[in-house]
């Protein structure tokens, strides 16, 4: 069955320090991947996506993210968490085949101590 | 500035009364998504709509209607048949029906039923 994966529902890190959140997938075939970014009572915001191309993929807010095929994942990283960050931040997954199907993992909350 | 207005932000409903929310988006999105969230689950597709009067059956459509009558607006009804209806409720576009682009969401409707 296709999912995704993020097995850390919480994650608390101090201001400054790096952050590595997970993400898993379970998929046919190589989907596109998405980082969206959530903040209380909000909508989603992308933070960064992966289609084809360079592993490594640059986002905004200074995050970025890097594709292991081998490893089915595509984790979210950042040198340096700011205050701002604490949020919940979801991984999703699309097929390239063109279906509606975006498939959310359920999520991690961050929360960053000053 | 092009985006997804969704209202109300917040709802109140009594036991067995319908209630719709709107999403309107200027984006010119062909594609638009009703995602029902809530904690510690991730977003669950409720209906989709890929062109203008047309829209299919999400993962959790029991409960709910919808309509889409223009390419800018794709409203919910949650209907009295809906067992649980109180969660918060995302909209999103994109620019084709899936697969080559990420999904753009308003700031979401919260519904609770008294």
């Known amino acids: 069955a296709q999912s995704v994966t993020q097995p850390d529902i919480h994650i608390t890190v101090s201001e400054g320090a790096s952050l590595e959140l997970r993400c898993n997938y379970s998929?046919?075939?190589?989907?596109?991947l998405f980082w969206y970014v959530q903040s209380p009572g909000q909508g989603l915001q992308l933070l960064l996506k992966y289609f084809s191309g360079d592993t490594l993929v640059q986002g905004i807010k200074g995050f970025e993210a890097e594709f292991k095929r081998s490893q089915s994942s595509f984790n979210l990283r950042k040198p340096s968490v700011h205050w701002s960050d604490a949020a919940e931040y979801f991984c999703a997954v699309v097929g390239t085949s063109g279906t509606y199907k975006y498939i959310f993992g359920t999520g991690t909350r961050l929360k960053v101590l000053a | 500035d092009g985006g997804i207005t969704q209202s109300p932000k917040y709802l109140f409903r009594k036991e067995g009364q319908n209630v719709t929310l709107s999403c309107e988006q200027n984006l010119n999105h062909d594609a638009m998504y009703w995602y029902r969230q809530d904690p510690g689950q991730g977003l669950r597709l409720i209906y989709y709509?890929?062109?203008?009067?047309?829209?299919q059956k999400g993962d959790i459509a029991e409960g709910y209607s919808v309509s889409r009558e223009k390419k800018e607006s794709f409203p919910l009804t949650v209907t009295s048949a809906q067992k649980n209806p109180t969660a918060f409720y995302l909209c999103?576009?994109?620019?084709?029906?899936?697969?080559?682009?990420?999904?753009?969401f308003g700031e979401g409707s919260r519904l609770t039923v008294l």
């Open positions: 709509s890929q062109i203008v009067n047309d829209f």
């Open positions: 998929y046919g075939a190589t989907p596109y």
């Open positions: 999103a576009s994109s620019t084709t029906g899936g697969g080559t682009g990420e999904l753009f």
